[in-house]
């Protein structure tokens, strides 16, 4: 059952536009989300954003939308990867995010996220007790 959900959220990640992924520079991020939702989701989070121009910053993450989920949620270590990256100042802003997430005790969840021409994703496992498919707004602020 757990390797079932967690191909689920993977699978989410492919939802990404392939051509994104052929970009030249990019960006990862290891982050920390813990949060709630029952309809609204609310999350906040921190991260550390790492590009391969060699810059990198500590980032604030905030998520709020909703949609057909429910639970709490305390995602440790989560991994993802931007591309279209210029500089590190573009990955500040807000995204448009469609995430899935589901666990009992073990949870895990994934996200797509889209802003302008920059594509990204991530994904991680944590504890709580959750099921749910949203659409909500990522912001990651310095």
Same mark, same amino acid.
């Given at each position: 059952?757990?390797?079932?959900?967690?191909?689920?959220?993977? =699978?989410?990640?492919?939802?990404?536009?392939? =051509?994104?992924?052929?970009?030249?520079?990019?960006?990862?991020?290891?982050?920390?989300?813990?949060?709630?939702?029952?309809?609204?989701?609310?999350?906040?989070?921190?991260?550390?954003? =790492?590009?391969?121009?060699?810059?990198?910053?500590?980032?604030?993450?905030?998520?709020?939308?909703?949609?057909?989920?429910?639970?709490?949620?305390?995602?440790?270590?989560?991994?993802?990867?931007?591309?279209?990256?210029?500089?590190?100042?573009?990955?500040?802003?807000?995204?448009?995010?469609?995430?899935?997430h589901a666990g009992f005790a073990r949870s895990a969840e994934a996200r797509s996220l889209f802003k302008g021409d920059i594509a990204g994703?991530?994904?991680?496992?944590?504890?709580?007790?959750?099921?749910?498919?949203?659409?909500?707004?990522?912001?990651?602020?310095?």
């Open positions: 059952m757990k390797h079932t959900i967690l191909r689920v959220l993977v =699978s989410l990640l492919l939802l990404m536009p392939i =051509s994104s992924w052929a970009e030249n520079e990019s960006c990862s991020i290891k982050y920390n989300l813990t949060g709630w939702s029952f309809i609204y989701q609310g999350y906040k989070g921190t991260g550390i954003v =790492s590009c391969t121009n060699g810059q990198s910053a500590g980032v604030k993450l905030t998520v709020h939308g909703g949609g057909l989920t429910l639970g709490v949620i305390d995602i440790q270590d989560a991994k993802g990867k931007f591309t279209g990256i210029k500089s590190i100042k573009d990955i500040y802003g807000t995204y448009f995010s469609i995430g899935v994703g991530g994904a991680g496992v944590g504890g709580g007790y959750n099921l749910g498919f949203t659409f909500s707004g990522l912001t990651i602020k310095p």
